[in-house]
């Protein structure tokens, strides 16, 4: 496995993005008027504390390197479990070994922050992310399996992103798009495949792609393999494209499902798995190929169709 395949700047870029969009002040002040979540501070003065130590986090979510540390460690120094504060510092850490541990910490706090019914009760637990006291928590989860890739323990990665679903089965960070590659680039197709089966109506296309990925794998090139190639391919044709192309990926704060946006964060999430099933982009590029020659086809046909209704047999194309 190898992280800078996939590009650990980028993955450090969407996690600063993330939590620019996710830390939301309003909110995070919100939460502590929650009389359990108030409960867990002893008295009005660390409360108050508190909510000021999140005032700075957040205004170093948008701040340069510079001033987002400052900002940070002010705010641990108001209150030493304040958890978007080792987020921040996480993000503009240069070192992703220094980094994952700034994401343990913040883990650590921001489960602190919680009640510990949110991880018993039944009803709770697939409702993070929907509560807006959770997302901090969230966020670090994802954090860390990014961390966690990028210094090569794919095996805590994989850990991370199960969590991740099992306190959120909806899934809004987009787990299941990290987590289904993953799984084919070390060799747990079965789990994969239960991953995606877990999500048929999703409507992006990674799945799509890893779900040809493992028939490739376990059948190669047959017409099973490429019919579902072919689906892959019309969700979206870009990803081919970026297959074959040495470039790196343009990472964008959003994408858009069939667009070459989504192809970029594809290519981020799959590349590995890819490289990892020896003659599986030889043969997407070539039936990408196909479909290309056949489209161009069916154009054509398209073409003389409304020529022959109109009576200009002069633009009928052979």
Known sequence: ??????????????NAVMVANAFQLANSCVCFKDPEIAALYPNSTLLDLAIKAKKHACAARTADKTSAERLAKRALNLDPNCAEAYLVLAIHNDNWWTSKRMVRYGLQAAKLSLPPSYFEEPGQIGNFW???ETRTYMIGL????????????PKEAIESYYEMLRLNPNDNLGARWMLAPLLV???RDAEAE?????Y???YASTLAYVKALISFRRFGPDERSARYMREAI???PFVPVLFGDDKPPCY??????GEMSEADAMLISMRAAWDESPGSIEWLLELAQQVRIEQQAQAKRALSYKALKRGDYGRIVA
């Not at 496995?1 to 969407?14: A, F």
């Not at 964008?252 to 499902?257: L, T």
């Open 1 to 14: 496995m190898d992280p800078c395949r996939t590009g650990p700047t980028v993955l450090r870029e969407s």
């Open 130 to 132: 929907h509560l807006l």
């Open 142 to 153: 994802a954090m860390l399996a990014d961390a966690c890739y990028a210094t090569r323990d």
């Open 185 to 187: 680039e070390v060799s």
């Open 194 to 198: 239960a991953l995606i089966g877990s």
């Open 200 to 202: 048929a109506e999703d």
């Open 234 to 236: 019309g969700r979206n």
């Open 252 to 257: 964008s704060d959003y994408f858009v499902v």
